[in-house]
C-alpha cells in the first residue's frame, strides 16, 4: 500500500521513480527507488530491500540528504487497522512491523511520522495476506484510501504540519465517529 501511496503521489506530480544511484551527489549503495518532488522540494524513496530491511535503504539517503528523522513520513500497511483506514502519529514504537523495527533502529529513533494503510486482518496467514492482491470488492475501497493517503502524504510534504494532517485526514477514518472535517465539501 505504501507503495501505491508514493507512486500516485508520484503520478500527480509529474515524476518518475529511479535508481536511487540517479541522485545527483548519492554514492551509497542504491537499495530504493526514488522519485524527485522539486514544489515542495523532496524525495519519494521505494526500498527494493525486504520489507524487514526497509532501514538499510531509508537510513543512508536520510543521511546523505541532510535531513533529520522527523523530516521523514514512512507510509505503509497496517493488519492491525480495516481495510482502507488511514492513522497518522507523529512517531512511536514498530507495532510489531518489522520494516518499522529496522527503520527505528537505523535511524536510531522513533520520532518520526508515519502514515498507516489498514489492509485489514487476514483470513490466511498474515505473510501471505500482505503479499496477495485485493479482490475486484475491496479495490474501490483501496483506491479510495489511497487516493486519501496520497493527499494526506502530500500536504505533509507540503506544509510539515503533522497536526494539521491528523485532524484532516485521520479523523476522517476513525471508525464510527464523525467530525467536522468529514463534510464533502473539505
Known sequence: MGFEVLDLVALREGTIFQ?????????????????????????????????????????PLVQWSGASPEDLLVVYDDLD??????????????????????????????????????IGRPATDAARHVLERFSEDERSDVDISVAEAADAAF???RTGDI????????????????????????
Request: hydrophobic share 35%; aromatic share 6%.
Open 81 to 118: 487497522l480495516p481495510l482502507g483506514a488511514l492513522r497518522i502519529r507523529p512517531g512511536g514504537g514498530a507495532g510489531g512491523h518489522n520494516g518499522m523495527r529496522s527503520l527505528i533502529e537505523l535511524l536510531g529513533t522513533d520520532r518520526f511520522p508515519r502514515l498507516r494503510v489498514g
Open 155 to 157: 500536504e505533509w510534504l
Open 19 to 59: 535508481s536511487a544511484n540517479r541522485l545527483e551527489g548519492f554514492d551509497g549503495k542504491a537499495r530504493a527507488r526514488c522519485a524527485r518532488l522539486h514544489d515542495p522540494d523532496a524525495i519519494l524513496v521505494q526500498p527494493t530491500t525486504f520489507m524487514n530491511r526497509s532501514g538499510e535503504a531509508v537510513a
Open 163 to 186: 497536526e494539521r494532517v491528523m485532524a484532516r485526514y485521520h479523523s476522517r477514518w476513525t471508525q464510527g465517529e464523525s467530525s467536522p472535517d468529514d463534510s464533502p465539501c473539505d
